[in-house]
Protein backbone atom coordinates (compact mmCIF):
# COMPACT_ATOMS: atom_id res chain seq x y z
CA UNK A 1 0.00 0.00 0.00
CA UNK A 2 2.42 2.11 0.94
CA UNK A 3 4.49 1.57 -2.19
CA UNK A 4 1.19 2.28 -3.98
CA UNK A 5 1.02 5.87 -2.53
CA UNK A 6 4.57 6.70 -3.03
CA UNK A 7 4.23 5.96 -6.91
CA UNK A 8 0.94 7.82 -7.07
CA UNK A 9 3.05 11.23 -5.36
CA UNK A 10 5.89 10.78 -7.84
CA UNK A 11 3.78 10.74 -10.56
CA UNK A 12 1.29 13.51 -9.70
CA UNK A 13 4.88 15.63 -8.71
CA UNK A 14 5.70 14.68 -12.75
CA UNK A 15 2.53 15.57 -13.83
CA UNK A 16 3.34 19.19 -12.16
CA UNK A 17 6.20 19.80 -13.47
CA UNK A 18 5.39 18.84 -17.01
CA UNK A 19 1.93 21.23 -17.39
CA UNK A 20 4.02 23.80 -15.58
CA UNK A 21 6.74 23.88 -18.75
CA UNK A 22 3.49 23.42 -21.48
CA UNK A 23 1.74 26.56 -19.26
CA UNK A 24 5.53 28.25 -19.92
CA UNK A 25 5.40 27.14 -23.92
CA UNK A 26 1.71 28.38 -24.21
CA UNK A 27 2.63 31.95 -22.71
CA UNK A 28 6.07 32.11 -25.23
CA UNK A 29 3.49 31.51 -28.06
CA UNK A 30 1.11 33.74 -27.20
CA UNK A 31 4.24 36.74 -27.08
CA UNK A 32 4.93 35.32 -30.54
CA UNK A 33 1.50 36.12 -31.21
CA UNK A 34 1.38 39.69 -30.10
CA UNK A 35 2.36 41.25 -33.15
CA UNK A 36 0.08 38.95 -35.38
CA UNK A 37 3.75 36.97 -35.77
CA UNK A 38 5.38 40.22 -37.46
CA UNK A 39 8.56 41.24 -36.04
CA UNK A 40 8.77 44.65 -37.94
CA UNK A 41 6.22 45.62 -35.11
CA UNK A 42 8.90 45.03 -32.89
CA UNK A 43 11.42 46.55 -34.59
CA UNK A 44 9.53 50.06 -34.42
CA UNK A 45 8.09 49.86 -30.57
CA UNK A 46 12.28 49.34 -29.86
CA UNK A 47 12.90 52.48 -32.22
CA UNK A 48 10.27 54.64 -30.02
CA UNK A 49 11.53 52.53 -26.33
CA UNK A 50 14.97 54.43 -27.63
CA UNK A 51 13.42 57.54 -28.80
CA UNK A 52 11.54 57.86 -25.62
CA UNK A 53 14.17 57.22 -23.48
CA UNK A 54 15.94 60.47 -24.90
CA UNK A 55 12.39 62.35 -23.75
CA UNK A 56 11.74 62.37 -28.15
CA UNK A 57 8.35 61.52 -29.29
CA UNK A 58 7.37 58.57 -30.53
CA UNK A 59 6.84 57.95 -34.43
CA UNK A 60 3.76 57.09 -36.33
CA UNK A 61 4.09 53.48 -36.98
CA UNK A 62 3.48 54.03 -41.25
CA UNK A 63 2.50 51.06 -43.19
CA UNK A 64 3.05 52.84 -46.52
CA UNK A 65 6.75 53.58 -45.63
CA UNK A 66 7.22 50.14 -43.44
CA UNK A 67 6.31 48.20 -47.39
CA UNK A 68 8.37 50.36 -49.16
CA UNK A 69 11.13 49.61 -47.08
CA UNK A 70 10.26 46.13 -47.33
CA UNK A 71 10.72 46.78 -51.15
CA UNK A 72 14.32 48.27 -50.91
CA UNK A 73 15.27 45.45 -48.94
CA UNK A 74 13.78 42.95 -51.76
CA UNK A 75 15.62 44.38 -53.93
CA UNK A 76 18.99 44.31 -52.76
CA UNK A 77 18.55 40.81 -50.73
CA UNK A 78 21.19 39.25 -52.70
CA UNK A 79 23.61 41.90 -51.59
CA UNK A 80 25.05 41.26 -48.41
CA UNK A 81 28.93 41.48 -47.89
CA UNK A 82 31.18 39.60 -45.46
CA UNK A 83 30.76 41.96 -42.69
CA UNK A 84 26.99 42.17 -42.82
CA UNK A 85 26.78 45.33 -44.88
CA UNK A 86 24.15 46.20 -47.79
CA UNK A 87 25.82 46.70 -51.18
CA UNK A 88 23.12 47.89 -53.03
CA UNK A 89 21.99 51.59 -53.32
CA UNK A 90 18.59 51.73 -55.40
CA UNK A 91 18.13 54.91 -57.28
CA UNK A 92 15.80 57.80 -55.33
CA UNK A 93 13.23 57.39 -57.90
CA UNK A 94 12.50 53.92 -57.52
CA UNK A 95 11.01 55.04 -54.46
CA UNK A 96 7.75 56.88 -56.63
CA UNK A 97 7.90 54.63 -59.43
CA UNK A 98 9.19 51.27 -58.54
CA UNK A 99 8.59 50.60 -54.42
CA UNK A 100 5.51 52.72 -53.79
CA UNK A 101 3.36 51.58 -56.65
CA UNK A 102 4.32 47.97 -55.85
CA UNK A 103 3.23 48.96 -52.16
CA UNK A 104 -0.35 50.45 -53.35
CA UNK A 105 1.27 53.95 -51.83
CA UNK A 106 -1.60 56.84 -53.51
CA UNK A 107 1.14 59.19 -55.63
CA UNK A 108 -0.94 62.25 -54.50
CA UNK A 109 0.12 61.33 -50.95
CA UNK A 110 4.03 60.92 -51.53
CA UNK A 111 5.98 62.43 -48.72
CA UNK A 112 9.52 63.19 -48.20
CA UNK A 113 12.16 60.05 -47.02
CA UNK A 114 14.26 61.57 -44.82
CA UNK A 115 16.27 58.90 -43.84
CA UNK A 116 16.57 55.07 -44.14
CA UNK A 117 19.24 52.55 -42.07
CA UNK A 118 19.64 49.24 -43.72
CA UNK A 119 21.49 46.02 -42.71
CA UNK A 120 21.95 42.55 -43.29
CA UNK A 121 22.98 39.22 -40.94
CA UNK A 122 24.27 35.77 -42.60
CA UNK A 123 21.33 34.54 -39.98
CA UNK A 124 17.98 35.86 -38.28
CA UNK A 125 18.18 37.83 -35.31
CA UNK A 126 15.29 39.05 -32.88
CA UNK A 127 14.43 42.45 -33.40
CA UNK A 128 16.51 43.68 -30.01
CA UNK A 129 19.69 41.73 -31.39
CA UNK A 130 19.18 42.71 -34.56
CA UNK A 131 18.44 46.82 -33.82
CA UNK A 132 21.73 46.61 -31.87
CA UNK A 133 24.14 44.22 -33.85
CA UNK A 134 23.04 44.90 -37.43
CA UNK A 135 20.75 48.45 -37.62
CA UNK A 136 22.52 50.64 -35.09
CA UNK A 137 25.93 49.78 -35.15
CA UNK A 138 27.68 52.88 -34.28
CA UNK A 139 26.76 56.42 -33.46
CA UNK A 140 26.30 57.50 -37.21
CA UNK A 141 23.13 54.87 -37.05
CA UNK A 142 21.87 55.97 -33.65
CA UNK A 143 22.10 59.41 -34.45
CA UNK A 144 19.60 58.79 -37.54
CA UNK A 145 17.10 57.04 -34.92
CA UNK A 146 17.16 59.96 -32.99
CA UNK A 147 17.15 62.58 -35.40
CA UNK A 148 13.60 65.68 -34.24
CA UNK A 149 13.16 66.11 -37.73
CA UNK A 150 11.42 61.97 -37.88
CA UNK A 151 7.67 61.62 -37.45
CA UNK A 152 7.02 58.27 -39.29
CA UNK A 153 8.75 55.45 -39.34
CA UNK A 154 8.38 51.81 -41.55
CA UNK A 155 10.49 48.83 -40.69
CA UNK A 156 10.45 46.28 -43.43
CA UNK A 157 12.59 42.84 -43.34
CA UNK A 158 13.19 39.47 -45.89
CA UNK A 159 15.07 36.49 -46.05
CA UNK A 160 16.73 35.43 -49.10
CA UNK A 161 17.73 32.23 -50.90
CA UNK A 162 21.20 31.85 -49.45
CA UNK A 163 20.21 32.04 -46.13
CA UNK A 164 20.75 36.00 -44.82
CA UNK A 165 18.34 38.11 -43.79
CA UNK A 166 17.82 41.76 -44.69
CA UNK A 167 16.50 44.67 -42.19
CA UNK A 168 15.57 48.68 -43.52
CA UNK A 169 14.27 51.02 -41.66
CA UNK A 170 12.29 54.31 -43.79
CA UNK A 171 12.18 57.70 -41.82
CA UNK A 172 9.53 60.57 -42.67
CA UNK A 173 8.81 63.98 -41.68
CA UNK A 174 5.26 63.60 -43.40
CA UNK A 175 2.09 64.47 -41.04
CA UNK A 176 0.32 61.11 -39.44
CA UNK A 177 -2.07 59.26 -41.86
CA UNK A 178 -2.12 61.53 -44.15
CA UNK A 179 1.55 60.49 -46.07
CA UNK A 180 2.29 57.32 -47.99
CA UNK A 181 -1.13 55.98 -47.84
CA UNK A 182 -1.70 52.98 -49.34
CA UNK A 183 -4.77 52.39 -51.50
CA UNK A 184 -7.95 50.22 -51.09
CA UNK A 185 -8.66 51.95 -47.22
CA UNK A 186 -4.99 51.41 -45.95
CA UNK A 187 -4.69 47.72 -47.23
CA UNK A 188 -2.36 48.19 -50.06
CA UNK A 189 -1.32 45.36 -51.99
CA UNK A 190 -0.83 42.46 -50.34
CA UNK A 191 3.19 41.43 -50.92
CA UNK A 192 4.35 37.48 -51.41
CA UNK A 193 7.85 37.64 -49.01
CA UNK A 194 8.90 38.79 -45.86
CA UNK A 195 7.28 41.25 -43.57
CA UNK A 196 6.59 45.03 -42.92
CA UNK A 197 5.48 46.69 -40.09
CA UNK A 198 1.85 48.44 -39.76
CA UNK A 199 0.86 45.96 -42.17
CA UNK A 200 -2.96 43.98 -41.82
CA UNK A 201 -1.19 40.99 -43.42
CA UNK A 202 0.46 38.22 -41.23
CA UNK A 203 4.18 38.16 -42.05
CA UNK A 204 4.99 36.12 -44.63
CA UNK A 205 8.43 34.96 -44.10
CA UNK A 206 9.47 36.66 -40.93
CA UNK A 207 11.13 34.17 -38.09
CA UNK A 208 8.15 34.24 -36.16
CA UNK A 209 6.14 31.31 -37.60
CA UNK A 210 9.30 28.92 -37.73
CA UNK A 211 9.53 29.80 -33.65
CA UNK A 212 5.87 29.00 -33.22
CA UNK A 213 5.79 25.71 -34.78
CA UNK A 214 8.91 24.93 -32.60
CA UNK A 215 7.21 25.88 -30.00
CA UNK A 216 4.26 23.52 -31.13
CA UNK A 217 5.98 20.51 -32.02
CA UNK A 218 7.77 20.70 -28.42
CA UNK A 219 4.09 20.83 -26.90
CA UNK A 220 3.39 18.00 -29.28
CA UNK A 221 6.21 15.84 -28.01
CA UNK A 222 6.09 16.87 -24.56
CA UNK A 223 2.39 15.40 -24.48
CA UNK A 224 3.50 11.97 -26.19
CA UNK A 225 5.91 11.94 -23.29
CA UNK A 226 3.12 12.88 -20.98
CA UNK A 227 0.60 9.74 -22.16
CA UNK A 228 3.11 7.36 -22.32
CA UNK A 229 4.08 8.70 -18.93
CA UNK A 230 0.33 8.61 -17.91
CA UNK A 231 0.07 4.93 -19.35
CA UNK A 232 3.14 3.04 -17.92
CA UNK A 233 2.37 4.67 -14.36
CA UNK A 234 -1.34 3.16 -14.60
CA UNK A 235 0.24 -0.08 -15.69
CA UNK A 236 2.62 -0.30 -12.72
CA UNK A 237 -0.33 0.64 -10.28
CA UNK A 238 -2.81 -2.24 -11.46
Known sequence: MMMVMKKKKHYF????????????????NAVCASHQGNPANDLVDII?????AQKL????????LGCMALQYVELCKDNCTSNGVVNCKPPEDDFTEVFGPNCGVELPTFGTITGHVV?????YLEPSLAFSHVLVKDSKALS???NKSHTEVGVGLVGARKGSF????????GQTNSTFVLEDNGEGIKQKNGCFSGSTFPCSSGQRIPVFLNNFMTLVLLNIFL???LYQTWFVMM
Open 227 to 229: LQH
Open 166 to 173: FWCILFSD
Open 13 to 28: RCCEWKWIVLCQLLLA
Open 144 to 146: LIR
Open 57 to 64: PELNDSPG
Open 119 to 123: GCQAK
Open 48 to 52: NKNRT
